[in-house]
């Protein structure tokens, strides 16, 4: 079974920064890689950013130079720290678990969502 929990969100003031974080507990596999999405009302769910099993890192354009995606293995934890936070960032934020008992056949989990909410 696979749970994830997420923390981290709130209210915040534009420029602002948050550290979003997303706990796994897994007894069926392991973790190869996590990710995080948001959604904003009326709109389609997108990618924010995403980190491989090998640490590689991929960003959307509307968040590179300000958002950073990072992982400790020893706490099972994937983190999303925000900075420079602007009123469109509003959005709930979800996140993604790749698990398995081989990568080849890993499935996606997802977190129960965390709610961003850039205003002054």
């Known amino acids: 079974q696979v749970q994830l929990v997420e923390s981290g969100g709130g209210l915040v003031q534009p420029g602002g920064s948050l550290r979003l974080s997303c706990k796994a507990s897994?007894?069926?596999?392991?973790?190869?890689?996590g990710g995080w999405y948001r959604q904003a009302p009326g709109k389609q769910r997108e990618l924010v950013a995403d980190?491989?099993?090998?640490?590689?890192?991929t960003y959307a354009d509307f968040v590179k130079g300000r958002f950073t995606i990072s992982r400790d293995n020893a706490k099972n934890t994937v983190y999303l720290q925000m900075n420079s936070l602007k009123p469109e960032d509003t959005a709930v934020y979800y996140c993604?678990?790749?698990?398995?008992?081989?990568?080849?056949?890993?499935?996606?989990?997802w977190g129960q969502g965390t709610q961003v909410t850039v205003s002054s």
């Open positions: 993604n678990a790749r698990i398995g008992i081989f990568q080849t056949s890993a499935r996606d989990y």
């Open positions: 897994t007894s069926i596999g392991l973790l190869y890689g």
């Open positions: 980190i491989t099993s090998g640490d590689r890192t």
